[in-house]
Each structure stands twice: as structure tokens, then as C-alpha cells.
């Protein structure tokens, strides 16, 4: 039987790290925010199937697009994203501090809806 969980387009969510790499280094933003959300589905899924915690790199990758292109409300957004589901501990203050900052900073400068 073979498991389907964790692919994107028939490959392996892990197989796309240097494909992200390369679009960011070009500077193809929506197509690694492509990409990259889909991965993230993947990784929940995956994640969620094995009972571990996500991979959050494609998180923090999201969040650095975003973050370049001006974009706090999508930055916020897959920063809660990650933080609402079960992850690796070791990494996991990183990014919630990240958003933590970031909810402060916005909250301050421009009084998002809550």
C-alpha cells in the first residue's frame, strides 16, 4: 500500500526545498507562495497522520516572502497558522515569538481587527 500523505503533485513536500530556493533567489514570490502553501498542507497532513510535530521551515519561509513583500496581514496569518498546531518544541519559540513581535508591532502602528 502506498501512503500518499505529505506529497505535492505526486513528490515529497521535502523535494521542493531547493525548488523554493530557487524561486526566492529570483525573486518569483508568488510562485514559492504557491508552492509553499501547498507544501504546508502537506505537512499538516503528513504531520498529523504520524502524530509529530510540523516541519516549520516552509512556515518560516512563508512568513520571510511575506514579511519582504510588505505584507504583515499574511505574515500574521501563517505564523498563527503554525503556532495553532502541534510542532516541534526546539524550533517552535522562534516563530512564535516572531509572531508575538510582529502582533505587537501591528497592534501598535495600525490596530488590526481582533
Avoid at 518569483?28 to 498542507?41: H, K, N, T, V
Avoid at 510542532?87 to 501598535?108: G, Q, V
Wanted: with cysteine; proline share 4%.
Amino acid at each position: 500500500m502506498t501512503n500518499s500523505r505529505g506529497l505535492v503533485n505526486g513528490r515529497h513536500y521535502t523535494d521542493y526545498v531547493g525548488t523554493i530556493k530557487e524561486l526566492k533567489r529570483n525573486n518569483q514570490y508568488p510562485e514559492a507562495i504557491s508552492i509553499l502553501l501547498q507544501c504546508a498542507d502537506a505537512v499538516e497532513e503528513e504531520a498529523t497522520a504520524n502524530r509529530w510535530g510540523l516541519a516549520p521551515w516552509y512556515y518560516e519561509q512563508l512568513a520571510i516572502i511575506y514579511r519582504k513583500q510588505k505584507d504583515p496581514v499574511n505574515e500574521i496569518k501563517i505564523l498563527e497558522r503554525f503556532a495553532k498546531q502541534k510542532h516541534n518544541f526546539l524550533y517552535a519559540p522562534k516563530l512564535i515569538e516572531r509572531l508575538e513581535k510582529l502582533k505587537t508591532n501591528m497592534d501598535s502602528d495600525i490596530r488590526l481587527p481582533k
